[in-house]
C-alpha cells in the first residue's frame, strides 16, 4: 500500500537507539528509550496560508530528522512501525545522513 500524507504532514520511520553503551553493555529493549531520530518517509504538498496560497514543506524523502519524544502518532503501514507528524513537529534535518544505523 502506497501512503500520501496530506497538508503539513510527513511520514517518519524511526532509526534504532545503540543497543550498546560506549562501555560495552548490552541495553535489553525493555530498557531502551523510544529514539528520536527518524527518516523522511513520505512528505504531504504543504500547508495553506490564510489567502489560501500553498506553502510547501522544506523537508524531502530521505532526510533523518530529530524530533519530539512524544511527538506524531504511531501508526503501523505494510507491516512496518511509521510515526505521522506535522511539519512543526521536527526540531531539525541532520545533515550528511550521518546516521546509517539500522531503521525500524
Do not use: C, Y
Not at 550498546?20 to 553493555?25: R, V
Not at 528520536?36 to 522544506?58: C, M, T
Not at 521536527?90 to 531503521?103: N, P, T
Amino acid at each position: 500500500m502506497k501512503f500520501r500524507p496530506l497538508h503539513d504532514r510527513v511520514v517518519v520511520k524511526r532509526i534504532n537507539a545503540e543497543e550498546k553503551t560506549a562501555g560495552g553493555i548490552i541495553i535489553p529493549d525493555t530498557a531502551q528509550e523510544k529514539p528520536s531520530q527518524g527518516e523522511i518517509v513520505a512528505v504531504g504538498p504543504g500547508g495553506r496560508d490564510e489567502s489560501g496560497k500553498l506553502i510547501p514543506i522544506d523537508l524531502k524523502v530521505g532526510e533523518v530528522v530529530l524530533f519530539g519524544k512524544w511527538s506524531g502518532t504511531e501508526v503501523k503501514i505494510d507491516g512496518q512501525d511509521l510515526l505521522i507528524m506535522k511539519e512543526s513537529d521536527i526540531m531539525g534535518v541532520i545533515e550528511g545522513g550521518a546516521s546509517k544505523k539500522k531503521a525500524a
